[in-house]
C-alpha cells in the first residue's frame, strides 16, 4: 500500500467539505428544533449546548428529553437516548472495515463525530473510490463529519434564541411528535417496519399509564419481538440497511438515487 | 420543571453511552464481522422505538389530545411516507397545524 506522509489527506478533506454541503439543508432545521424545544423544556444555555456537542445524534436527543420531561428518571433517559443510537454501531462495524490501517486516535476522533450523514457519504464514497488512499479517505470522513457537526452546534445555538423569543401562543410541544413521525415515516419501507412500527406504537398506547418510561420499553421490546418472529431470510439487498433518524434523510435520498 | 442533577446526569450517560456505541467496532471490537442476526435486529431498533414514543404523544401528551395537534401529526406522517424526506414532513406538519389553527378559528 502506497504510504502517504501526512495521516488526513487535504485532498479528501476538502471533497468531504464540498459533499456535506447538500446534506446540511436536513442537519441545519434539525438542530434548531432541538435548540427551540429543549430550551422550552427547561434546559439553560450550557446544558443545551453540552447535550447538543456531546451527542451530536438529533433523534435520541430529543427522545431523552422527552423521556425526562415526562418525569423518568435519568437513567430512563439515557437508556431510551441509547437505543435509538444503536444502529451507529453498525455504522461503526461497516466504517471499520476501511479504516482498518488508520491510527486508532483518527479512529477515537471519528467516532466523535460518526452519524448518519458522515456514515452514509463516506461510504458511499468508498464503495465508488476503492483504491483512493487511506489518508484521503480518513480526510473526507473528517471533512463531512466537521461541517455537518459543525452546522448542528450552531443552528442548535440559533434554535435556542429562536425559541426564547416564539411568543408563548405558539406551543412547541406540536413540533415534537411533528419531528418523530418526520424521522419515522421514511423507515417505513415493506411490510414488516411497518408491523414492527404498528405493534410497537399499540403496545405503548396500552401501556401509557406505567411509569418510569416502561410504556416505551414494552412498546419497543413488543416491536421488536414481532420484527423478529415475522423475520424470515430474504435475499441480501445492498451493504446495509439504513434506518433514518431525522438527520438521515441524505441516506433515504442516497438509497433512492441509487 | 427537571432538576439539574437529573438533566445533567442524562447529558453525561447520554454522551458517554453515544460515544461508546460509535467507537464500538471502530476501536475495542476492531475487525470483527457484526452476525447477520444482530444487524438485522440493530436495523429494526429505530422503526420499533420511534413509534412507541410518539403514539402517546400524538393522542395523549400532557397537553391532551386536541384536534391541532392530530392534524399536524396526520400531515407529517401522510408527507413523511409520500416523499421520504424527513424535511418534507416537518414542514407539511407544521403547515398542518397552522391550517388547523386557522379553520379553528385561533389564528
Redesign the interface.
Known amino acids: 500500500m502506497a504510504q502517504d506522509a501526512r495521516i488526513i489527506g487535504r485532498r479528501g478533506f476538502r471533497s468531504g467539505l464540498l459533499a456535506a454541503i447538500p446534506v446540511l439543508?436536513?442537519v441545519g432545521?434539525?438542530g434548531l428544533?432541538f435548540g427551540a424545544v429543549a430550551t422550552e423544556?427547561?434546559?439553560d444555555l450550557a446544558?443545551t449546548m453540552?447535550?447538543t456537542s456531546?451527542?451530536?445524534?438529533g433523534?435520541?436527543?430529543l427522545?431523552?428529553?422527552?423521556?425526562?420531561?415526562d418525569g423518568a428518571?435519568?437513567?430512563v433517559?439515557?437508556l431510551?437516548?441509547?437505543?435509538?443510537?444503536?444502529?451507529?454501531?453498525?455504522?461503526?462495524?461497516s466504517?471499520?472495515l476501511h479504516?482498518?490501517d488508520a491510527p486508532?486516535w483518527t479512529?477515537?476522533l471519528?467516532?466523535?463525530t460518526?452519524h448518519d450523514q458522515s456514515y452514509a457519504l463516506s461510504i458511499a464514497r468508498y464503495e465508488r473510490r476503492p483504491d483512493e488512499p487511506l489518508a484521503d479517505r480518513i480526510g473526507f470522513y473528517l471533512g463531512v463529519g466537521l461541517l455537518t457537526s459543525g452546522v448542528w452546534v450552531a443552528m442548535t445555538l440559533v434554535g435556542i434564541r429562536l425559541g426564547a423569543a416564539l411568543p408563548e401562543a405558539i406551543?412547541l410541544?406540536?413540533?415534537?411528535?411533528?419531528?418523530?413521525?418526520?424521522?419515522?415515516?421514511?423507515?417505513?419501507r415493506g411490510r414488516r417496519?411497518a408491523l414492527?412500527?404498528?405493534?410497537?406504537?399499540?403496545?405503548?398506547?396500552l401501556a401509557?399509564g406505567l411509569p418510569f418510561g416502561l410504556?416505551?420499553?414494552?412498546?419497543?421490546?413488543?416491536?421488536?419481538a414481532a420484527?423478529?418472529a415475522a423475520?424470515r431470510p430474504a435475499p441480501k439487498t445492498g451493504p446495509?440497511?439504513l434506518?433514518?433518524?431525522?438527520?438521515?434523510?441524505a441516506v433515504?435520498?442516497g438509497e433512492?438515487a441509487r | 420543571?427537571?432538576s439539574?442533577?437529573?438533566?445533567?446526569?442524562?447529558?453525561?450517560?447520554?454522551?458517554i453511552?453515544?460515544?461508546a456505541?460509535?467507537?464500538?467496532?471502530?476501536?475495542l471490537?476492531?475487525?470483527?464481522?457484526?452476525p447477520e442476526s444482530v444487524?438485522?435486529?440493530?436495523?429494526?431498533?429505530?422503526?420499533?422505538?420511534?413509534?412507541?414514543?410518539?403514539?402517546?404523544?400524538?393522542?395523549?401528551?400532557?397537553?391532551g389530545a386536541d384536534p391541532?395537534?392530530l392534524a399536524?401529526?396526520a400531515a407529517?406522517?401522510v408527507?413523511?411516507?409520500l416523499t421520504?424526506?424527513?424535511?418534507?414532513?416537518?414542514l407539511?406538519?407544521?403547515a398542518g397545524?397552522a391550517l388547523a389553527l386557522v379553520v379553528s378559528g385561533q389564528i
Open positions: 439543508l436536513a432545521p434539525f428544533i423544556a427547561g434546559l446544558q453540552a447535550m456531546l451527542v451530536i445524534a433523534a435520541s436527543q427522545a431523552a428529553l422527552q423521556v425526562l420531561s428518571p435519568a437513567i433517559a439515557v431510551t437516548g441509547a437505543v435509538v443510537n444503536l444502529r451507529m454501531a453498525m455504522y461503526s462495524a466504517l471499520a479504516w482498518s486508532v479512529r477515537a471519528a467516532a466523535l460518526l406551543d410541544g406540536v413540533i415534537v411528535p411533528v419531528t418523530f413521525i418526520a424521522i419515522a415515516a421514511p423507515m417505513l417496519s414492527v412500527a404498528a405493534v410497537a406504537a399499540s403496545v405503548s398506547l401509557v410504556g416505551l420499553m414494552l412498546g419497543a421490546a413488543a416491536g421488536l420484527g423478529f423475520d446495509a440497511v434506518p433514518c433518524d431525522g438527520s438521515g434523510e433515504c435520498a433512492r | 420543571m427537571i439539574d442533577t437529573a438533566i445533567w446526569s442524562m447529558i453525561a450517560g447520554l454522551g453511552a453515544t460515544y456505541i460509535r467507537f464500538s467496532f471502530l476501536g471490537l476492531a475487525g470483527r464481522e457484526v444487524r438485522r435486529g440493530l436495523a429494526f431498533v429505530p422503526a420499533a422505538v420511534l413509534p412507541a414514543l410518539i403514539a402517546p404523544m400524538v393522542v395523549g401528551g400532557q397537553s391541532e395537534r399536524a401529526c407529517a406522517l408527507a413523511g411516507l421520504r424526506n424527513v424535511l418534507a414532513g416537518i407539511a406538519g407544521i397545524y
